[in-house]
């Protein structure tokens, strides 16, 4: 485990669904709310909500909540160009890229997770806990947009597991 990277991961996936359908399930409140968060919050700088069905922009703060999990989530839009790229601190100080591109009659989305702190905390949390994460809601956007199933477990009494 030397030569492993723990200040980074990637992840790719190819989804069988236009580019700005994906960008917008990523950067539209009440679509991301379809595959990955409970609750979607965004402001402004000035501190005025962003309507749910309106998309992101660069500058804005968030306020995310999943199903099962009481945490919540407090970042910032730093990138949001209306295509193919989204940036957002994440976990701290994290930064998570959004990059789609078209391949092969699909779009592939990379997610870049980076700036992962080193101490033994981050390590298990950040670096693990989010890679794995990760992993699930990719799947989960892949499965609500080329066929319609959520797979998340949305039932209180039933956690943690695999799909939350």
Request: charged share 20%.
């Amino acid at each position: 485990m030397k030569n492993f990277d723990w200040t980074q991961f990637n992840k790719r996936i190819a989804i069988k669904a236009p580019i700005e359908v994906i960008y917008n399930a990523w950067t539209i409140p009440s679509q991301i709310e379809n595959w990955f968060l409970k609750s979607a919050k965004f402001q402004y700088e000035n501190g005025v909500d962003l309507d749910p069905a309106e998309t992101i922009q660069q500058g804005m703060n968030y306020q995310w909540n999943w199903f099962l999990y009481n945490e919540t989530e407090f970042g910032k839009i730093t990138v949001a160009n209306g295509k193919n790229h989204l940036q957002f601190t994440f976990a701290g100080q994290c930064l998570v890229d959004i990059l789609l591109t078209e391949e092969l009659g699909h779009t592939v989305v990379a997610l870049i997770q980076t700036n992962i702190p080193t101490d033994d905390e981050s390590k298990q949390n950040i670096r693990i806990g989010c890679s794995s994460g990760w992993s699930f809601y990719l799947v989960n956007l892949k499965s609500v947009y080329e066929g319609g199933l959520d797979l998340r477990t949305k039932d209180e009494r039933l956690k943690p597991l695999v799909n939350n």
